[in-house]
């Protein structure tokens, strides 16, 4: 059978032929790559990925195929996907489909059969930037080159609006011993199994939602979620963690909820060159001097300039490669956040014990 062709272009003009996967089309977002060795579903199903080509940089994708429980939100958002060698032919005996029937359900489209290691050091020697993949321009790059550059620029662009939930939505046991607010900016599902776990009970709120409306819930605490897009223009999230910063009650803040944290004391974020994405990045605690590996998504981080000025906030976690800021504290108040996800399993729960230190404020 005859493979349908494809073409990969970057903004800095480089090209890719491949063949298609998933959904025929165009679409365009950030090219940028995640080395994780499994959990693709997780990966293109994260609302941190929203306005994203996803870069696998496992060569084989698609072998396990998909299963309905491994996901962490009702559908993929992502941009696009792009791999080595791709599987419509899967193994797993509870696989509930192939890969490719999923890409062409949520009109996904990706290219396969390209040299993934050269693009990836591409993009680590270049740094993130726009891309779009196409099965429709194949002998008229100058149109693809327009429909490119349509594609808006990561850097200044809010997101979380677009993916959160429409309406507050309860997730876990009502009769649980505490309740927590979830500021949703794109959350995980995985996210609210590891607080209902502990018993909580959370009301899932959209992201311009107010504080008096969390408040009328009267939660014991607040939660700031992970999310796609820019913290620095999102001005509406950051005077509501001000406001909720003023209640006095413990906060605890992930990936994109960690930046809006930052934020709101003053300290800023940049985007980096071209982000940490994958099941394999180093943190050292600061305070108990352990390490841990853990599951990263983002391409914004703190400033550590910032945070070292800073009267209100401390470092709590660094990244040991490059070591930007992976975790703050505020001084005086029960506040906490961190840049990666101690809900994901890539230690495989070194980093769960940070649900547990929420609970613990909450109990004081």
């Known amino acids: 059978m005859n493979k349908q062709k494809a073409t990969l272009l970057l903004a800095d ?30 990966i ?54 192939s890969l490719q029937d999923y890409l062409v359900k949520y009109g996904i489209t990706g290219i396969a059969d390209i040299d993934t290691r050269k693009l990836v050091r591409h993009i680590r020697a270049k740094g993130a930037m726009n891309a779009i993949i196409s099965s429709e321009y194949e002998e008229d790059l100058a149109g693809l080159k327009a429909q490119l550059n349509l594609v808006p620029d990561m850097n200044g662009l809010e997101l979380s609006s677009q993916v959160c939930t429409k309406e507050p939505f309860y997730f876990g046991n009502e009769d649980a011993p505490y309740k927590v607010a979830c500021l949703d900016f794109g959350i995980k599902l995985n996210i609210l199994r590891n607080l209902a776990e502990r018993g909580v009970y959370c009301k899932v709120f959209p992201a311009k939602t107010s504080l008096s409306e969390m408040e009328a819930w009267n939660p014991d605490g607040y939660f700031l979620s992970n999310g796609p897009g820019d913290p620095a223009v999102m001005d509406y999230a950051v005077k509501t963690t001000k406001d909720i910063l003023a209640t006095d009650k413990p906060v605890f803040g992930i990936c994109l909820g960690h930046q809006i944290l930052a934020e709101s004391c003053g300290i800023s974020t940049y985007k980096m060159h071209h982000g940490h994405r994958g099941l394999n990045h180093p943190i050292k605690n600061i305070h108990t001097g352990k390490s841990e590996i853990t599951s990263q998504n983002h391409g914004f981080v703190v400033k550590r300039e910032d945070v070292e000025k800073s009267d209100l906030v401390e470092i709590t976690h660094v990244h040991l490669n490059d070591n930007t800021i992976a975790g703050i504290r505020l001084k005086n108040k029960p506040a906490f956040s961190v840049q990666y996800h101690p809900e994901s399993s890539p230690g495989p729960h070194d980093s769960r014990y940070l649900f547990d230190d929420f609970i613990s404020l909450m109990q004081k």
């Open 44 to 97: 293109y199903t994260d609302p941190s990925y929203t306005g994203q080509i996803v870069v696998t940089t496992t060569s084989h994708i698609g072998n396990y195929g998909v299963i309905d429980t491994e996901v962490e939100s009702d559908h993929p958002t992502i941009a696009g996907i792009v791999v080595n060698s791709f599987s419509e032919v899967f193994s797993r005996l509870d696989a509930s489909g």
């Open 13 to 42: 003009g480089t090209l890719f032929k491949g063949t298609l996967i998933g959904s025929p089309g165009t679409n365009g977002g950030e090219i940028c790559f995640n080395t994780g060795m499994t959990g693709y579903q997780e």
